[in-house]
Antibody
Framework: EVQLVESGGGLVQPGGSLRLSCEAS????????VDWVRQAPGKGLEWVGR??????????EYAASVKGRFTVSRDDSMHSLYLQMNSLKTEDTAVYYCARTTPSNFFDYWGRGTLVTVSS | QAGLTQPPSVSGGLRQTATLTCTGN????????AAWLQQHQGHPPQLLSF???NRPSGISERFSASRSGNTASLTITGLQPEDEADYYCSAWDSSLTAVVFGGGTKLTVL
């Protein structure tokens, strides 16, 4: 059974940093792209960033709203995806999901999410 | 980043049919096709269809998707109370090199 479990969310002050983790199981993690998607309270889904697989040089992509502040990385040996978030803003407050992605760019499995609250 | 356009709300009667739309452009829906996601309150999204009308295993045949030009559609037949949810479309935008989402449509079953 494919599972994705996010962790690391919490309360952080504006300007602060936080690192999220997503642990995967039930599939060959190294074969897949994995993305971060967020959802602000009461709002829609917003794509955050992507880590492609080893076959695609672990290349990354980012949404314009987070580029330069967030970094996506992965450790295939740990079956894990990470999101390092720096210079956090109040508008980064959201539930952050990791999602398994196919090369056709659709999200076929999602974690349950972890809540990040940026507030003073 | 520019997103896809979805109507904020759609409603349909019990056992009737509802059609949700998602409009993009030649760089996303018109080029790559769209995926549809269903999200019930307090739960993560779930993939309903991809590449316009492929359903993952376990998804009811009552959900069918199509595309015409830059507009993708999701048709839900035989509406059930459990179909009340938010529905999102998504696509890869080759110009933005980013995933774009629609703003979501809230489906109400009357």
């Amino acid at each position: 059974e494919v599972q994705l479990v996010e962790s690391g969310g919490g309360l952080v002050q504006p300007g602060g940093s936080l690192r999220l983790s997503c642990e995967a199981s039930g599939f060959t993690f190294s074969d897949h792209y994995v993305d971060w998607v967020r959802q602000a309270p009461g709002k829609g889904l917003e794509w955050v960033g992507r880590s492609r697989n080893k076959a695609n040089s672990y290349s990354t992509e980012y949404a314009a709203s987070v580029k330069g502040r967030f970094t996506v990385s992965r450790d295939d040996s740990m079956h894990s995806l990470y999101l390092q978030m720096n210079s956090l803003k109040t508008e980064d407050t959201a539930v952050y999901y990791c999602a398994r992605t196919t090369p056709s760019n659709f999200f076929d499995y999602w974690g349950r999410g972890t809540l990040v609250t940026v507030s003073s | 980043q520019a997103g896809l356009t979805q109507p904020p709300s759609v409603s349909g009667g019990l056992r009737q049919t509802a059609t949700l739309t998602c409009t993009g452009n030649n760089n996303n829906v018109g080029n790559q096709g769209a995926a549809w996601l269903q999200q019930h309150q307090g739960h993560p999204p779930q993939l309903l269809s991809f590449r316009n009308n492929n359903r993952p295993s376990g998804i009811s045949e009552r959900f069918s998707a199509s595309r015409s030009g830059n507009t993708a559609s999701l048709t839900i037949t035989g509406l059930q109370p459990e179909d009340e949810a938010d529905y999102y479309c998504s696509a890869w935008d080759s110009s933005l090199t980013a995933v774009v989402f629609g703003g979501g449509t809230k489906l109400t079953v009357l």
